[in-house]
């Protein structure tokens, strides 16, 4: 069946560091890949997606690219900011998107 | 426009007792989907709605579980003789139609205890 790992948590970092948060995927098929955020206090929301391989997601600064050969979408950022603080989830939808898999999240702290 | 709402907000219940948890996804949406979301870990996929079809419950992990929903609007989640185990945050989303690259939009979620 299909899964998504993520890099597990929590990650602090300092304000303008550069942010990686890992995210490798199996699915049979041609799968989208998204990074969802959830503030504090807030629902979950879209931060990117990609449809199809090499392309890119990007959104407020963050990036991922979807690479089949890596089964990967690595999710960046070059100078993070308090207000990045969050979980961030990665998903994949594989065929039937209401199959969708998320990752356990993964927490980020950002210091000032 | 209006998100995705769901109520109530929190609900503490006491075990062997049913609760029913409410979405309005939406509107417009054709797609609904409900999740649950354990403490420290990711969603887990529980059964989804597409207009007319039949819902996909695979996702249920035991027969006191059992969704409805009306048409393409509201839908309601129902948990019968509750357990400790069933203590969770229950998502639901919402999306235009079920393809493979359309973005779910979720609601605030519910968070349920069972004493």
């Known amino acids: 069946g299909n899964s998504v790992t993520q890099m597990e948590g929590p990650v602090t970092l300092s304000e303008e560091a550069f942010l990686t948060i890992n995210c490798t995927y199996t699915a049979t098929g041609y799968p989208s890949l998204f990074w969802y955020v959830q503030y504090p206090g807030e629902g979950l929301q879209l931060l990117l997606k990609a449809t199809k391989a090499d392309d890119k997601g990007s959104n407020k600064g963050f990036e991922a690219t979807y690479r089949k050969e890596t089964t990967s979408f690595h999710l960046e950022k070059g100078s993070v900011q308090v207000s990045d603080s969050a979980v961030y989830f990665c998903?994949?939808?594989?065929?039937?998107?209401?199959?969708?898999?998320f990752g356990d999240g993964t927490t980020l702290t950002v210091k000032p | 426009g209006a998100g995705v709402s769901q109520s109530p907000s929190n609900k503490v219940t006491e075990k062997g007792k049913d609760v029913e948890l409410r979405c309005d996804p939406i509107?417009?949406?054709?797609?609904l989907y409900w999740y649950r979301q354990r403490l420290g870990q990711g969603l887990e996929f529980l059964i989804y709605f597409q207009g007319n079809s039949a819902p996909d419950k695979s996702g249920l992990p035991s027969d006191r579980f059992s969704a409805e929903r009306t048409g393409e609007s509201v839908s309601t989640l129902t948990i019968q003789r509750t357990q400790q185990e069933d203590s969770a945050v229950y998502l639901c989303a919402s999306s235009i139609t079920s393809g493979v690259t359309d973005t779910q939009y979720f609601g605030p979620g519910t968070r349920l205890t069972v004493l």
């Open positions: 998903a994949l939808s594989d065929t039937n998107a209401g199959k969708s898999t």
């Open positions: 509107s417009g949406h054709t797609a």
